[in-house]
Nanobody, 125 residues
Framework: QVRLVESGGGLVQPGGSLRLSCTASGFSLEHYGIGWFRQFPGKAREGLACINRFGNIAPYADPVKGRFTISRDNAQNTVYLQMNDLKPEDTYTYHC??????????????????WGQGTQVTVAS
């Protein structure tokens, strides 16, 4: 089955950390740019971080700059989002997307070839 699967979400206290994973099944991620987004149901998605297929990282979105880091491990067919110093306002469903297009700042340009089902991150004490 060809798909993207996010994992690593959960409940964390303010100031804590999580590492999200975006793993491809049925295709190789190394040929794709990958973007991380977050979204509330029914709301517009927010692009956070983007890494192109050459491993170049675009500037991060302002709300996460200095706290989140995107990286890729082509051998594991996975892209990561390390999230540190988490805040309650980081509570969202987080998605990854794959595209043959470029990073437009922190946003992976559409159309997206693949879009994951999301993983929930809740930051609360």
């Amino acid at each position: 089955q060809v798909r993207l699967v996010e994992s690593g979400g959960g409940l964390v206290q303010p100031g804590g950390s999580l590492r999200l994973s975006c793993t491809a099944s049925g295709f190789s991620l190394e040929h794709y740019g990958i973007g991380w987004f977050r979204q509330f149901p029914g709301k517009a998605r927010e692009g956070l971080a983007c890494i192109n297929r050459f491993g170049n990282i675009a500037p991060y979105a302002d709300p996460v700059k200095g706290r989140f880091t995107i990286s890729r491990d082509n051998a594991q067919n996975t892209v990561y989002l390390q999230m540190n110093d988490l805040k309650p306002e980081d509570t969202y469903t987080y998605h990854c997307a794959a595209s043959n297009y470029y990073c437009r700042g922190p946003v992976l340009a559409e159309p997206h070839d693949y879009w994951g089902q999301g993983t929930q991150v809740t930051v609360a004490s």
